[in-house]
């Protein structure tokens, strides 16, 4: 029943993949991207709000609306700075929509409403932390995506994400002629990044903290006046991330305070909390996996990046299982955004709509199974 479905949206849906790979927008600015899928949407007899929850590239659109019971299918497809759909966005938005659409063919034999949330910028400001603090997730039972990746596994640990610019502001002068005349932005920033090298050696194991200078002086005789810089500060839990971040800038202080500069820090993005682990519902995915012949491999006690997700799970259970597209390229690489119209790619889509389906579809078959993941949500909350 569902490959004869999946097979109907297939044609659709790939071709929407390849058009979003071939024409990436960052976060935020997937204007086009956006449009295409809301266009694909409607086509299929859906109803889209759109702008959706004071985003403009956000969208909804809802299966068995009025039902009491309630899912969430998460669509992602903002690109990556100066690397396109190196994350895999395109095809990981594009395995929400394909299971949207055969859900609705089905949707006389689950008794959940199921609403497909459009949810741009994860790679920067976090639209779903955005929803989430704004009531979006409140009244789900769970929501779900697939991201893609070069291994198929589960359950990764996602860590919690501050983000923030650093800016330090002196006085230009002559830097032979007067230079005690400047005050130096550039020696702030060296001593801030000095001070949190010197701060790692402090913190636990799981944390992360890491910057980039965006702005370093315009000319080396010229005492820079202007510095600016870009930190994430991560750690497993957001309860370890509050106390890490005010040490950062307290680094920061401190570099000004040496240098008689200004500081100015200011919040890029929402700020992204962790993934919990649901033990049941991470089974049922293993099994589904294992239905779609999909080998899959034991990362649980292995942290990688950070995504809002993790947002949306401090509201009801959340899963964010990945897929592999066959390839060993890692995420975040040329290699990997060229690797997103391959068949391989294809066939990995259409994988990973049949498993987010099946998911579905057994919860709201099995209530009692949903019931045991929400307890062991509320548990991982409680701690």
């Given at each position: 029943m569902y490959k004869s479905l999946i097979d109907k949206y297939a044609n659709q849906i790939l071709e929407l993949n390849d058009y979003l790979?071939?024409?990436?927008?960052?976060?935020?600015?997937?204007y086009k991207t956006s449009k295409r899928i809301v266009e694909l949407l409607t086509r299929n007899g859906f109803e889209v709000e759109y702008p959706f929850a004071g985003l403009a590239t956000a969208f909804k659109t809802s299966i068995n609306k009025g039902k009491s019971r309630k899912a969430a299918i998460l669509v992602e497809y903002d690109a990556l700075r100066g690397l396109g759909?190196?994350?895999?966005?395109?095809?990981?938005?594009?395995?929400?929509?394909?299971?949207?659409?055969?859900?609705?063919?089905?949707?006389?034999?689950?008794?959940?409403?199921?609403?497909?949330?459009?949810?741009?910028?994860?790679?920067?400001?976090?639209?779903?932390?955005?929803?989430?603090?704004?009531?979006?997730?409140?009244?789900?039972?769970?929501?779900?995506?697939?991201?893609?990746?070069n291994k198929s596994y589960v359950y990764s640990g996602t860590l919690a994400l501050d983000c923030y610019d650093f800016?330090?502001?002196?006085?230009?002068?002559?830097?032979?002629?007067?230079?005690?005349?400047?005050?130096?932005?550039?020696?702030?920033?060296?001593?801030?990044?000095?001070a949190v090298d010197m701060m790692r050696q402090h913190v636990?194991?799981?944390?992360?903290?890491?910057?980039?200078?965006?702005?370093?002086?315009?000319?080396?005789n010229i005492v820079p006046d202007y510095t600016l810089a870009e930190f994430c500060v991560?750690?497993?839990?957001?309860?370890?991330?509050?106390?890490?971040?005010?040490?950062?800038?307290?680094?920061?202080?401190?570099?000004?305070?040496?240098?008689r500069t200004e500081l100015k820090i200011t919040q890029v993005g929402e700020k992204y909390d962790e993934l919990s682990r649901k033990i049941t519902g991470d089974e049922i995915l293993e099994e589904l996996f294992k239905e779609q012949g999909i080998e899959t491999v034991d990362l649980s006690n292995i942290t990688g990046g950070s995504s809002d997700i993790g947002n949306v799970d401090y509201i009801c259970p959340a899963f964010h299982p990945y897929i592999s597209i066959g390839e060993d390229c890692g995420t975040h690489t040329?290699?990997?955004?060229?690797?997103?119209?391959?068949?391989?790619?294809?066939?990995?889509?259409?994988?990973?709509?049949?498993?987010?389906?099946?998911?579905?579809?057994?919860?709201?078959?099995?209530?009692?199974l949903l019931e045991k993941i929400k307890e062991e949500h509320r548990e991982n909350r409680r701690k």
């Amino acid at each position: 029943m569902y490959k004869s479905l999946i097979d109907k949206y297939a044609n659709q849906i790939l071709e929407l993949n390849d058009y979003l790979a071939d024409n990436p927008e960052i976060g935020s600015e997937e204007y086009k991207t956006s449009k295409r899928i809301v266009e694909l949407l409607t086509r299929n007899g859906f109803e889209v709000e759109y702008p959706f929850a004071g985003l403009a590239t956000a969208f909804k659109t809802s299966i068995n609306k009025g039902k009491s019971r309630k899912a969430a299918i998460l669509v992602e497809y903002d690109a990556l700075r100066g690397l396109g759909h190196a994350c895999g966005h395109c095809a990981s938005g594009s395995i929400s929509l394909l299971a949207a659409l055969v859900l609705n063919e089905m949707k006389d034999s689950i008794d959940a409403q199921i609403d497909i949330i459009g949810t741009p910028d994860e790679e920067m400001r976090g639209a779903k932390a955005f929803m989430a603090n704004h009531g979006v997730f409140n009244d789900y039972d769970f929501a779900i995506m697939m991201h893609m990746n070069n291994k198929s596994y589960v359950y990764s640990g996602t860590l919690a994400l501050d983000c923030y610019d650093f800016e330090f502001s002196g006085h230009p002068a002559h830097a032979a002629a007067t230079p005690w005349e400047g005050r130096n932005a550039l020696n702030a920033m060296r001593l801030f990044f000095d001070a949190v090298d010197m701060m790692r050696q402090h913190v636990r194991d799981d944390a992360r903290i890491h910057g980039i200078i965006k702005d370093g002086g315009k000319a080396s005789n010229i005492v820079p006046d202007y510095t600016l810089a870009e930190f994430c500060v991560r750690s497993k839990s957001r309860d370890y991330l509050n106390e890490i971040t005010p040490w950062v800038m307290d680094c920061a202080r401190a570099a000004a305070l040496a240098t008689r500069t200004e500081l100015k820090i200011t919040q890029v993005g929402e700020k992204y909390d962790e993934l919990s682990r649901k033990i049941t519902g991470d089974e049922i995915l293993e099994e589904l996996f294992k239905e779609q012949g999909i080998e899959t491999v034991d990362l649980s006690n292995i942290t990688g990046g950070s995504s809002d997700i993790g947002n949306v799970d401090y509201i009801c259970p959340a899963f964010h299982p990945y897929i592999s597209i066959g390839e060993d390229c890692g995420t975040h690489t040329v290699e990997f955004a060229n690797a997103m119209k391959s068949d391989k790619t294809h066939e990995a889509i259409l994988n990973g709509s049949e498993i987010v389906i099946k998911f579905v579809k057994k919860l709201y078959d099995m209530p009692e199974l949903l019931e045991k993941i929400k307890e062991e949500h509320r548990e991982n909350r409680r701690k």
